[in-house]
């Protein structure tokens, strides 16, 4: 089991930045990748960006690319999203998880460990 504690959610003005957390705590020597995933009202859980957990390569959804950084620091076992130049449309509850098996990491099925998710929220 891996447990996941995500932080650093707001309200925040268009055009402003806000850090994400994930804590994970566990058998976290599992993890192949962790990533960030976001849900706004009414939508389907989408994926922004991941990170593998041994090399720290990166991917990112086209919407969020040259805006969010993914990081990660496996001495904490906690993994970040720097959101920069957010927009309204960034407004979503985020989640980290944990995926295991090493593929298909951009669909949150393969997923297998979640937080509860930290609540962002951009105005115009």
């Known amino acids: 089991q891996v447990q996941l504690v995500e932080s650093g959610g707001g309200l925040v003005q268009a055009g402003g930045s806000l850090r994400l957390s994930c804590a994970a705590s566990?058998?976290?020597?599992?993890?192949?990748?962790m990533g960030w995933f976001r849900q706004a009202p009414g939508g389907e859980r989408e994926f922004v960006a991941r990170i593998t957990w041994s090399g720290g390569i990166t991917d990112y959804a086209d919407s969020v690319k040259g805006r969010f950084t993914i990081s990660r620091d496996n001495a904490k076992n906690a993994m970040y999203l720097q959101m920069n130049s957010l927009k309204p449309e960034d407004t979503a509850l985020y989640y980290c998880?944990?995926?295991?098996?090493?593929?298909?990491?951009?669909?949150?099925?393969?997923?297998?460990?979640w937080g509860q998710g930290t609540q962002v929220t951009v105005s115009s």
């Open positions: 998880a944990v995926n295991n098996v090493g593929y298909g990491l951009r669909s949150d099925r393969m997923y297998a460990y």
């Open positions: 566990g058998r976290t020597f599992t993890a192949y990748a």
